[in-house]
């Protein structure tokens, strides 16, 4: 006999009782005696019993399981998210199901699929730099089933969103670049489809404006993938093509900062001297390069724990869609390092 398939039968069968004194002896009920109890639990951990989920989800009307939609998992962002995702899942009783979508909009409508079809309770969604129209969610918003979006989030009606204050880190990290006297600082910014690259965008043409510089729109060039190889070919291109010489860079993500700042050491430029830049995220690697990168620090873990606490108030119908305030916004810090201080 496979272990999978142990039943409560199976069980019965083997102890010579039946199915529903199995059955009440494992949830303790009283008029079950304690001899027997004894002997059906230690014959369910030698067959390896394990309740059926799905006959369990039936009678709880949930599965205690939610799903998690993702870019990609490699990203050090995601993971801190999915960290706080999972501390709060595993405290309250959930099962975490994760998918990624590598950027890829199909991916992402296939995992929607997949896991209603593994009934899910909810769906926690950071969608993709494909994805453009949000029919699939809103289509299960609109059914009432419980979606929580968060970093990436969609501008249609009845989402809950869990960000962090984009506008406000790309502000500071604009004002610290200014105040450490770099006047012509290029931001490489991402997709313009994603809410969170326009309000980067819009921090930093902000900060510009309040210090009493014109922006130049031709400073704000689109790092589409974010890669530090295409924002390395990017950066090259300005530095050779620009009429005046960016003295600065402020990226979008850091991946983006690390592409810039090597493009800036192999045309003979020093950084911070010469060129400072700041990043967005504060991956891992940010104090270990040479010079170490000052970055915008997201609170990933908080963001995740927080996105996980609202979906499971929902399924619970602890909150109701229509008393909650849809949008939560988490605060930035600028962590500065050598890369920007002159």
């Known amino acids: 006999m496979k272990l999978d398939q142990v039943t409560i039968k199976d069980i019965a069968r083997e102890l010579n009782v039946s199915s529903s004194t199995v059955s009440r002896a494992l949830k303790d009920y009283p008029g079950i005696s304690d001899e ?10 030698k067959m390896n019993y394990r309740p059926n989920a799905i006959a369990l989800s039936l009678q709880k009307g949930r599965s205690s399981t939610i799903g998690v939609i993702i870019p990609e998992v490699v990203h ?18 959930y099962k975490v199901i994760l998918t990624q979508t590598n950027e890829n909009l199909e991916r992402e409508k296939s995992s929607i699929d997949t896991m209603l079809s593994n009934q899910i309770d909810g769906v926690l969604v950071s969608f993709s730099k494909e994805t453009t129209n949000f029919d699939h969610f809103s289509t ?26 984009d506008h406000s880190g790309a502000y500071e990290a604009t004002t610290h670049l200014l105040k450490q006297g770099y006047r012509k600082i290029v931001h490489l910014s991402g997709p313009a489809n994603l809410n969170i690259s326009r309000e980067r965008a819009r921090g930093y043409t902000d900060a510009l404006l309040n210090h009493g510089f014109t922006p130049d729109p031709s400073f704000i060039v689109e790092c589409t993938r974010g890669t530090d190889d295409e924002a390395q070919k990017i950066t090259s291109e300005i530095l050779k093509t620009f009429p005046t010489r960016p003295d600065a860079f402020f990226a979008n993500n850091d991946m983006a900062a690390v592409g810039a700042m090597l493009a800036c050491k192999a045309a003979g430029l020093r950084v911070p001297e010469d060129v ?13 390069i040479d010079p170490s990168l000052s970055s915008v620090s997201q609170p990933g873990f908080n ?6 606490e609202i979906l499971l108030d929902l399924i619970e119908k602890k909150i109701q869609l229509d008393e909650f305030n849809n949008s939560v916004v988490l605060e930035t810090e600028l962590l500065i390092r050598k890369s920007s201080v002159r």
């Open 76 to 93: 050090f962002f995601f993971s801190t998210v999915i960290s706080g995702i999972e501390e709060v899942a595993y405290a309250r009783g």
């Open 36 to 45: 027997t109890k004894k002997k059906v639990r230690e014959l369910a951990d």
């Open 276 to 288: 400072g830049i700041v990043g967005f995220s504060n991956w891992q690697f940010c104090s270990m």
């Open 303 to 308: 963001m995740g724990a927080k996105a996980t």
């Open 140 to 165: 299960l918003l609109n059914k009432g089933f419980p979606i929580v979006f968060f970093d990436r989030v969609p501008e249609i009606n009845n989402a809950i969103t869990v960000t962090v204050n």
